[in-house]
């Protein structure tokens, strides 16, 4: 099957499919998305380390699964972002835990769906797991502010807070982002270059009662802690470079509470299959019309040099929403080489 590992450079290759453990789906992968997880585990890799399939952001259908599954059958079509200590998602074939899999949206196209999973269980996790929200609303007159509204992660969270009641105020610092965020359900919108406090101050709304930083913790940790109302809580998803002063938050009694996709599947917690069922609460939102894509462009094939691309584009810092690639290049003479779904 066809592959794309990085050495840290990308290369194409050819790797055997691999096989379902009791657990696991074996996964035909029809599109991938590209988030910053992906570049970050690339540029860890060292000198004399094997080289790492990355991509966790996926769309495709099922063709073989495990002895122990029974959430899905061969011929089912998914989505996943799957485990970050197992390979990734750029190859032909792979697998992952059927825990962390859920339906793909029948509203969605491949590319479409391969955007949401990694994005949409971070957006979700933070707000309703993390913030402790209620998904279904009652937030009337709550304010959460958005650090990075325009990125993948943003674009998801400000629809699903704004479902649930909120009043939505999303950081972008141009004009097509801040035409972006608002078209998604943002309230106001505050430029992240220039200084944040006079700006709510302006609109009436300092201090705030939420902030969701998807962007950078240290660049904002003490406008945060100026900015946050008295027990208020705070939710962010990068992590810090430099030691943060908690005290900042500790006379306001602040609730810290960090997000991080992987927890479940890396720990193996007990409720790691909360992962795809919060993907088909997801799936059902979309079709419903409730939510709409956040991708905003997509390369293809699934290839090296496309992927070199869109790593480039993550790292230009001026990506709005998410970006995929869709379908795999054609075998030599035109045959489609993909291996037959397998009806048990």
Same mark, same amino acid.
């Given at each position: 099957?066809?592959?794309?590992?990085?050495?840290?450079?990308?290369?194409?290759?050819?790797?055997?499919?691999?096989?379902?453990?009791?657990?696991?789906?074996?996964?035909?992968?029809?599109?991938? =998305?590209?988030?910053?997880?992906?570049?970050?585990?690339?540029?860890?890799?060292?000198?004399?380390?094997?080289?790492?399939?990355?991509?966790?952001? =996926?769309?495709?259908?099922?063709?073989?699964?495990?002895?122990?599954?029974?959430?899905?059958?061969?011929?089912?079509?998914?989505?996943?972002? %799957?485990?970050?200590?197992?390979?990734?998602?750029?190859?032909?074939?792979?697998?992952?835990?059927?825990?962390?899999?859920?339906?793909?949206p029948a509203s969605l196209s491949w590319a479409e769906a391969a955007a949401v999973p990694l994005t949409g269980l971070t957006a979700w996790e933070?707000?309703?797991?993390?913030?402790?929200?209620? !998904?279904?609303?009652?937030? /009337?007159?709550?304010?959460?502010?958005?650090?990075?509204?325009?990125?993948?992660?943003?674009?998801?969270?400000?629809?699903?807070?704004?479902?649930?009641?909120?009043?939505?105020?999303?950081? =972008?610092?141009?004009?097509?982002?801040?035409?972006?965020?608002?078209?998604?359900?943002?309230?106001?919108?505050?430029?992240?270059? /220039?200084?944040?406090?006079?700006?709510?101050?302006?609109?009436?709304?300092?201090?705030?009662?939420?902030?969701?930083?998807?962007?950078?913790?240290?660049?904002?940790?003490?406008?945060?802690?100026?900015?946050?109302?008295?027990?208020?809580?705070?939710?962010?998803?990068? %992590?810090?470079?430099?030691?943060?002063?908690?005290?900042?938050?500790?006379?306001?009694?602040?609730?810290?509470?960090?997000?991080?996709?992987?927890?479940?599947? /890396?720990?193996?917690?007990?409720?790691? %299959?909360? /992962?795809?069922?919060?993907?088909?609460?997801? =799936?059902?939102?979309?079709?419903?019309?409730?939510?709409?894509?956040?991708?905003?462009?997509?390369? %293809?094939?699934?290839?090296?040099?496309?992927?070199?691309?869109?790593?480039?584009?993550?790292?230009?810092?001026?990506?709005?929403?998410?970006?995929?690639?869709?379908?795999?290049? !054609?075998?030599?003479?035109?045959?489609?080489?993909?291996?037959?779904?397998?009806?048990?």
């Amino acid at each position: 099957m066809k592959a794309v590992l990085a050495t840290p450079a990308l290369i194409d290759t050819e790797l055997p499919e691999p096989t379902p453990g009791p657990r696991d789906l074996l996964v035909r992968i029809e599109a991938v =998305a590209v988030n910053p997880v992906d570049s970050k585990v690339r540029g860890a890799i060292t000198a004399g380390e094997g080289p790492k399939q990355l991509g966790w952001d =996926a769309a495709g259908v099922v063709t073989a699964v495990g002895a122990r599954t029974d959430r899905f059958k061969p011929g089912d079509e998914v989505m996943f972002a %799957g485990a970050i200590d197992r390979p990734g998602c750029h190859a032909e074939a792979v697998l992952v835990d059927e825990r962390l899999v859920g339906r793909r949206p029948a509203s969605l196209s491949w590319a479409e769906a391969a955007a949401v999973p990694l994005t949409g269980l971070t957006a979700w996790e933070a707000l309703f797991e993390r913030l402790r929200l209620d !998904p279904s609303g009652g937030h /009337q007159g709550t304010s959460l502010l958005i650090l990075g509204g325009a990125g993948g992660v943003g674009s998801i969270a400000i629809q699903l807070a704004k479902g649930a009641g909120l009043t939505v105020i999303a950081s =972008a610092s141009r004009p097509e982002s801040a035409a972006w965020v608002r078209e998604l359900g943002a309230t106001h919108v505050v430029d992240h270059h /220039q200084p944040l406090v006079p700006q709510l101050a302006a609109l009436g709304l300092a201090p705030v009662d939420l902030i969701a930083n998807f962007s950078d913790t240290d660049a904002y940790w003490e406008v945060m802690a100026e900015l946050i109302r008295p027990q208020g809580a705070i939710v962010a998803i990068v %992590g810090n470079r430099r030691p943060l002063d908690l005290n900042l938050l500790k006379a306001k009694s602040v609730h810290l509470a960090w997000e991080f996709m992987f927890t479940r599947s /890396q720990f193996q917690t007990a409720d790691m %299959g909360r /992962q795809g069922e919060i993907l088909d609460r997801l =799936a059902d939102r979309f079709d419903r019309g409730e939510l709409r894509s956040t991708l905003c462009r997509t390369l %293809g094939p699934i290839n090296a040099a496309n992927l070199e691309r869109a790593y480039g584009e993550l790292a230009s810092g001026r990506m709005i929403g998410k970006l995929a690639l869709s379908a795999w290049p !054609p075998a030599p003479g035109g045959a489609d080489r993909r291996p037959p779904v397998e009806h048990r």
